[in-house]
């Protein structure tokens, strides 16, 4: 079976954008791969995180996984500060890779913009991620299109580690949807849906309340004309819905073209805005299930020890390779 790695940072609320972008593939794969999805909790320090709310982000994206469809039989879940070989790769990585190559990364150069004080993992953030994945020999990694270029450090420190100390990494295929690897904002089609948004009206939250979730579609900015047509590049905002409502309504865009021809906004949104509270209230109902009975701690300590087994035999692989001693 192939082997499958994702992770998701407890860095906010989860949006619609983590759902469509990578979880939903997370579910789909999971029945023919092998799989490990991890809250990425070291990476979410890599930005301020009050000690808190880390803590109650990092059990809820844990609970989100499972209540949107990962089955703890199927695949392992578990966080990833509790396999400490992604702290000891990810340092080995980061002695692989290059400056030059970080300083390219558009994640970085986003996030640390106009920010007086940036610590430097976030800058060497890409080195722990290809660690992440390098760790389980993944051969495919389900994310958003805002990761490709992650994937793409990843797999050049997998060739470089393979051709510097021996045959060691699979080299990772980024796993991205076609339609919806890049949900955008409600407000401004120009930047993507993101949980560390602060303005609340930017994204739909999957644990949003149905009317929250109506009043946020009914605003969400559209374009002057009428026309439900999908054109990304004359049509950011209409096609952005679009893609929503694809995912959440099971249509594909062509249906959906046809469904509203001639019908303008009003409809479209109005149905849209039921699409998205459907397919997230039964995701809604099992959080609170899954909250309530207490049986995450368990999944996540099962999950890590599952995960350890196989990262602990590639760590051991990597230090031989590089000439450590063996305790
Ligand atoms: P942050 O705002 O804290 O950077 P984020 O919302 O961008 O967070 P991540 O934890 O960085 O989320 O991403 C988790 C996964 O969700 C990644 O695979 C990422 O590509 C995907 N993803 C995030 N936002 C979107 C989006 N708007 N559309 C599609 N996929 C997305
Ligand atoms: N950088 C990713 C989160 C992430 C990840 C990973 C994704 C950390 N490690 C390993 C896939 C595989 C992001 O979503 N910002």
Avoid at 100 to 115: I, V
Avoid at 213 to 231: C, H, L, M, N, P
Avoid at 269 to 289: F, I, S, T
Wanted: proline fraction near 5%; include cysteine.
């Amino acid at each position: 079976m192939k082997r499958v790695l994702s992770g998701i940072q407890p860095s906010g609320n989860l949006t619609l954008g983590n759902y469509i972008g990578a979880m939903k593939n997370f579910v789909k794969l999971q029945h023919d791969h092998q799989c490990y999805f991890m809250v990425v909790d070291l990476h979410a320090i890599t930005v301020p995180q009050e000690p808190a709310a880390l803590h109650e982000q990092t059990e809820t994206v844990a609970a989100l996984f499972l209540a949107a469809g990962i089955d703890p039989a199927k695949a392992s879940v578990f966080l990833q500060s509790h396999v400490s070989a992604h702290a000891e790769l990810g340092w080995l990585m980061t002695t692989l890779v290059y400056m030059g190559e970080l300083e390219r990364m558009t994640q970085f150069k986003d996030k640390s913009e106009g920010k007086e004080s940036v610590g430097a993992g976030l800058f060497t953030y890409p080195a722990l991620m290809a660690a992440d994945i390098l760790l389980y020999n993944a051969d495919l990694v389900p994310v958003g299109d805002d990761q490709k270029q992650h994937l793409e450090i990843t797999r050049d420190l997998a060739h470089r580690f393979n051709k510097r100390f021996g045959e060691q990494f699979i080299v990772p295929e980024p796993y991205i949807p076609q339609v919806g690897a890049r949900i955008m904002s409600l407000d401004d089609a120009s930047k993507k849906m993101s949980k560390s948004n602060p303005n609340p009206g930017s994204s739909i939250a999957l644990l949003d309340e149905p009317d929250v979730i109506r009043k946020k579609i009914s605003r969400a900015v559209t374009d002057s004309g009428r026309e439900i047509k999908y054109d990304p590049a004359n049509k950011p905002e209409v096609s952005n819905l679009m893609s929503i409502y694809s995912h959440c309504a099971d249509l594909s865009i062509a249906e959906i073209e046809a469904k509203y021809d001639g019908l303008g906004y009003g409809p479209f949104k109005k149905d849209l805005a039921e699409a998205v509270v459907g397919a997230l209230e039964p995701l809604q109902q099992r959080y609170r299930d899954i909250r309530s009975s207490g049986e995450l701690r368990t999944i996540l300590r099962q999950g890590a020890e599952q995960a350890s087994v196989i990262a602990n035999e590639t760590l051991r692989g990597v230090k031989e390779k590089m000439g450590f001693v063996k305790p």
